[in-house]
């Protein structure tokens, strides 16, 4: 139903994935009409008065014409009325876009945090992104990393409730022509109801530091016995990895939910924080001068109180998990980092 | 002669006259020299930011090292550039005698003004060597406040004394304007560089004092812990987003308006034609920096204020758009029945009008809410915003340099030199950002280290753009240096300028005017 389909002016945009986007791209064709309109009069006409009144002989006359109230009330008045059209056609999508108050079939928690995603499901489930050091393929010196796949079901109302962790970050899917800023301390929401199936790009734009153009993730729309089949094994995974030892269990938190492979390595090279190869019981130098042999007590306090020694060559940039990591995950981690020699 | 007559570049000799001058023409000279030489910074910025860009992944540098050249460049560019630009150089240099003054009403306030801005313009650049922002130009809460170095405090504190330079530039022309007219030279006899630079300095003095007290409180959240943005601290991190764009936003048109008054001088003396609807484009001036304080909300469409709150922002941005199309209309139609030479001061301001033209009518779009979601922190805006401003702002800028060039030396820039300088950066400036609007449409974010192989051709295209803006402001700089060294002598008013600073000597005597001219008509009087 794409108004004036036969112009393909939205060729360029993703494919309209969702049942909003469709009406986004009638007001965009509208609009590069309209505007293609104005220019063409506006630009047209300055090019036709340059090559129809140059100055052929230097003492040529001009006209003295001050002003003309019929044409001046005229191109005030029906730029007036176009740009409320436009005004009030973009506030109808706009409020299409934002459904407030709607709840979603599907609701999910979206966590941004430098520079990584967390997806929670009502029923547990979760998925982290990026899972580790999975550079995107076939690009020489790409830093983008594989996103990690968010699954939905197509047809259904989905509503995201996304906070931060840390600064501020947006949540944006081009084939869904949505965004929505991801704030510390607030909730937003980002409903959407998919009805192409396949795999759609988020990305975060807001700038949130150095990584911030790798913080992907992508959401593959499915039926809906897909999706339940997925949400089973999802499920699945889940408790098999709570029977996983304690250092198992560390690397997932590491790799996962926590998001530390954001900024530590575990081969030794550098991203934004320190490497952990090698880390345990071996000496550190801080910022201050100070230096201490890396334990338990001082995986903790990093955890915790990152700014409390900050590792000599690195930036504070990390922020406390303080209230988003419990005691015994913590252990995990230790166990975890014992592992890397 | 130019040479033997007494004039205000031989009035007095030495560095030190200059650096003491009280000359609103010496001072114009200052900003000039000062601000090119930001732009020059800001401009190699630019190329290895694009260079950066040329391909996904790592081309040259770092992410941290692009975040921080992609600051810099948008910091200089704004504050140091092209807020201070126009009004600074060719206002100071024209705008005492486009009245028929000796001087600005300060002279002493003047020259403050321009210590201010290479203080401030130190401090700012110090960071450069000792600890580099990568916040971008917007500064935003928390990630300014509690996520990066130390050197977002002199960073900012720079910004902030260049806007001191800029509120006393601001309240020495409106006091200028007001007072020191010539006789017979009612307000609606003052040519309209002087509306738009009036305009401007209003919003100068009204908005800029909001920015200054933004970046207080953010330094004062950054030392002592103030919990103002950080919501950990009990603060609001989008507050700063409202403060930050109550002051930018009317900045858009501190960039802008004075550019339109270039752009009006320029469509007048070389269509040789009076001006089409001079009130209108006087007070739609005005409207645009009224409405201008009203709209600041359009540049948070998505970042969770109310629905309700989006709507009326929108609905007062598209008022804007309303002043904005009555100037576009009304030097068109000056250019009708006109008797038109394109010489490149022209060329510039045809460049103007037409880059203007594109990033206005995508400003529409970006004002109409359904849209700006999909477009908002994307390449779209990127490129609307150069359109405008760069597009405008540096298209006027040109252009006032050329047209004006030979009244402040005496000597005539060449025009064929302005005219292959004209051809590089109009069609640069459109081979770059063009392709940006069309990957804002397939969905690349922007302030981007790196991005999906599917963005790649257009981007590299954009790269190339910039090698020719570049190559063209080399050729612009090469036609000063080239015009001082052997321009031809310009007498009194080589294009047939109607306005007062065509009525005296090039170079001007140290006082403007030797007998104060008295006015009995309208600036463009063309019959
Ligand atoms: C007069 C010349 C104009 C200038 C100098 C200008 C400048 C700018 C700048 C610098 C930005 C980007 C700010 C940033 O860094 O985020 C911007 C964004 C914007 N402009 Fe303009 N603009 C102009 C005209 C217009 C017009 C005529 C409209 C609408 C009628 C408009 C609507 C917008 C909107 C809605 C945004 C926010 C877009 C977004 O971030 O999603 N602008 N403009
Ligand atoms: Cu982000």
């Known amino acids: 139903m794409n108004w004036f389909s036969f112009i393909p002016a939205t060729s360029f945009m993703p494919v309209p994935a969702t049942k909003e986007s469709g009406d986004v791209d009638n007001l965009y064709i509208f609009l590069l009409v309209s505007g293609l309109i104005s220019f063409i009069i506006l630009i047209g006409g300055m090019v036709i008065f340059i090559f129809k009144y140059r100055r052929k002989t230097e003492d040529q006359k001009s006209a003295y014409i001050t002003h003309n109230t019929l044409a001046e009330f005229l191109w005030s008045f029906i730029p007036f009325v176009i740009m409320m059209v436009i005004f009030a056609w973009g506030w109808n999508v706009f409020h299409d876009l934002r459904k407030v108050g709607v709840k979603g079939d599907v609701e999910v928690h979206v966590t941004a945090r430098q520079w990584a995603w967390t997806f929670k499901y009502a029923n547990g489930i979760e998925v982290n992104s990026p899972t580790g050091d999975k550079l995107e393929p076939n690009i020489p010196e790409s830093t983008l990393l594989k996103p990690e796949i968010v699954v939905v079901p197509v047809g259904k109302t989905i509503r995201f409730i996304l906070t931060s962790d840390d600064v501020l970050h947006s949540f944006y899917v081009p084939a869904f022509r949505n965004k929505m800023d991801a704030v510390p301390g607030r909730r937003t929401t980002f409903t959407f109801t998919p009805i192409e199936k396949g795999d759609f790009t988020v990305f975060c734009t807001e700038y949130c530091g150095t990584k911030h153009s790798n913080m992907m993730a992508t959401i593959r729309v499915v039926d809906s016995e897909q999706f339940t089949a997925w949400q089973a094994a999802e499920i699945g995974k889940k408790a098999g990895a709570a029977d996983a030892g304690p250092a198992q269990r560390g690397e997932a938190l590491f790799k996962g939910s926590l998001g530390c492979s954001g900024c530590h390595s575990l081969d030794g090279s550098r991203i934004v924080g320190p490497s952990f190869k090698g880390l345990y019981g071996n000496k550190r130098d801080f910022a201050d001068g100070s230096s201490v042999v890396a334990d338990d007590a001082y995986i903790k306090q990093s955890i915790l109180v990152p700014t409390a020694k900050v590792v000599a060559g690195f930036p504070p940039a990390m922020s406390s998990f303080q209230g988003r990591i419990k005691e015994d995950e913590i252990k995990d981690i230790i166990e975890f980092i014992k592992t890397l020699k | ?527």
């Open chain 2, 1 to 527: 002669m130019a040479h033997d007559q007494h004039n205000y570049l031989n009035h007095q000799k030495g560095i030190w006259s200059w650096l003491t001058t009280l000359d609103h023409k010496r001072i114009g000279i200052m900003y000039f020299i000062a601000i090119m030489s930001f732009f020059f910074l800001g401009g190699v910025f630019a190329l290895l930011v694009r260079a950066e860009l040329f391909t996904p992944g790592k081309t040259l540098f770092s992410a941290d090292v692009y975040n921080r050249m992609m600051t810099y460049h948008g910091a200089i560019m704004v504050f140091m550039v092209i807020v201070p630009g126009i009004p600074a150089i060719f206002g100071n240099f024209v705008l005492p005698i486009m009245i028929g003054a000796k001087d600005v009403a300060f002279p002493r306030l003047n020259l403050m003004s321009w210590y201010m801005l290479m203080i401030g313009a130190a401090i700012t650049g110090s960071t450069l060597f000792m600890q580099n922002v990568d916040t971008g130009w917007t500064f935003y809460t928390p990630y300014s406040s509690i996520k990066t170095g130390m050197g977002v405090i002199p960073m900012v504190l720079g910004v902030f004394i260049i806007g001191f330079s800029s509120i006393l530039t601001g309240l020495n022309f409106i006091v200028t304007t007001h007072k020191l007219r010539a006789p017979g030279m009612t307000m609606t006899r003052i040519p309209l560089m002087v509306w738009a630079l009036y305009s401007t300095a209003i919003l100068q003095v009204l908005a800029t004092p909001v920015l200054a007290i933004t970046l207080l409180l953010l330094i004062a959240e950054k030392t002592l812990g103030v919990g103002i943005f950080d919501p950990q601290l009990g603060g609001d991190p989008v507050l700063f987003q409202h403060f930050f764009w109550f002051y930018s936003h009317p900045a858009v048109y501190i960039m802008i308006l004075p550019a339109m008054g270039v752009v009006s001088e320029l469509v007048a003396t070389f269509s040789r034609k009076t001006i089409f609807g001079y009130t209108a484009i006087a007070y739609s001036s005005l409207a645009i920096a009224g409405v201008s304080f009203l709209v600041w909300g359009h540049h948070m469409f998505v970042s969770g204020q109310s629905e309700f709150a989006g709507v009326l922002f929108s609905f007062i941005t598209m008022l804007v758009g309303v002043p904005t199309a009555i100037k576009l209309f009304n030097w068109i139609a000056t250019m009708y029945k006109g008797s038109i030479r394109l010489d490149s001061p022209m060329l510039f301001a045809i460049g103007f009008m037409f880059l203007f033209t594109i990033g206005g009518l995508t400003g529409v779009y970006l004002a109409s809410t359904g849209i700006d979601i999909h477009f908002h922190d994307t390449y779209f805006v990127v490129a609307h915003f150069h359109y405008v401003m760069v597009g405008g702002t540096l298209m006027a800028l040109m252009g006032a340099l050329i047209y004006w060039f030979p009244k402040v030396t005496g000597k005539l820039y060449n025009d064929t030199i302005g005219r292959i300088s004209w051809v590089f950066i109009f069609s640069g400036f459109n081979v770059t950002f063009f392709p940006q609007f069309i990957l804002g449409n397939m969905g690349m974010p922007r302030r981007y280290y790196d991005y999906l192989p599917t963005f790649t051709e257009l981007n590299q295209m954009s790269t190339f753009g910039s090698w020719l803006i570049g190559t063209g402001f080399l050729v612009g700089f090469f036609g000063v240096i080239f015009a001082l060294l052997k321009g031809k002598e310009a007498g009194m008013n080589p294009f047939g300028g109607k306005t007062l600073e065509w009525t005296i000597p090039s170079p001007p005597p140290h006082e403007n005017f030797d007998k104060t001219p008295v006015l009995t008509g309208g600036p463009y009087e063309y019959r």
